[in-house]
């Protein structure tokens, strides 16, 4: 056994020695309930991690205020080489822990948030923590992922712009990496129609809903599955009162993409939409969130990954590209080597029941130490 490989086994024996730790841990952060549009509840969730990273990194973040919105960054000496990039916003409902808590079954941790991605979190700043050397390492944890990233794109920029290498702790995909993903796009087509009442004059109305109901018909045309791109009507509302002819309606539409030029293909149809009933106007507002996450940002890092996990005696690690988006893509658009899904081993993001798998947390936490000793060598 080489030098590197015993310090990467010693690493991942002291993380294993740390279980009882890391589970509560992470029960502390479920706890926490931290949905994105709260930003009292993420600012709540922030403090949290900020004392567990001062505790495990000896450290104190940088609390950077942006829209009202709290965000964390540690910078660990000199400029950033290697970044760990991780969010603590969740798409669960305040509450929600009052029917769901946290709890540990049959080796599985479950709660809100449990595996997108507060499981990664306590991974990756325990991960820092056994390391005998962190110049040059930087930590950046948001509060706005699950929305798009709004008020932290810039400071996530920032950040990576320069680095050697950008470690995103989102979910594993059934324990493999994330070495690409789609870019997202995200629009809203509002409807103007003309409100009425539905039983006296509905003549004299423009059914905002009926209008919406060709437009959504007309939307879910403009994917292209061939090549990898989806267009989908989701959340979507119409009218005010029973007994009203709809004035407004509104739908939203989610886009995937795997190339820019379908973005741009789908935003100019969906800018060619035209009404279909005489009278009724449309509104179209949004635009791409996040380009593309191309596999060649991530081939390299890859490799080294999958090399360390073999010499730390973990099972074969595998590469996956998937649809979602992520923060990872903002920074390989960047041209920053990104490899992302490095987090927590588990499944059921964003659904009742998401888990973890509590006999991998130490040995992923583990890859990412020897990962970031590996990169910073």
Known sequence: MTSTEHAASAMLAELRSRQARLVEDLATLVGIESPSQDVVATAAVCDAVSRLGADLLGAIPERHEVQGRTHLRWRLGGPTRVLLLMHADTVWPKGTTARWPFAVRDGRASGPGVFDMKAGLIQ????????????????LVTTDEEIGSPS???????????????????????????????????????????????????????????????????????????LGTTVTPTLASAGTTMNTVPGTAAVHVDVRVTRLDEAARVDAALHALRPVLPDARLELSGGVNRPPFQESASAALFDRARRLASELGLEPLQSVMVGGGSDGNFTAALGVPTLDGLGAVGDGAHAEGEHVILGTVAERAALVAALVADLLR
């Open 152 to 226: 932290s794109q810039q400071l996530i920029e920032e950040t990576a712009r320069g680095a050697d290498a950008v470690l995103v702790l989102e979910p594993s995909a059934g324990g493999a990496v994330k070495t690409a993903r789609k870019g997202v796009a995200m629009f809203d087509l509002a409807v103007v129609g003309r409100a009425a009442h539905a039983g006296l004059e509905p003549e004299r109305g423009v059914n905002a809903a009926v209008e919406m109901a060709h437009q959504i018909l007309a939307i879910a045309q403009v994917g292209d599955p061939a």
């Open 124 to 139: 990756g700043l325990h991960a820092l923590s056994v390391l005998d050397d962190v110049e040059g390492v930087g930590v």
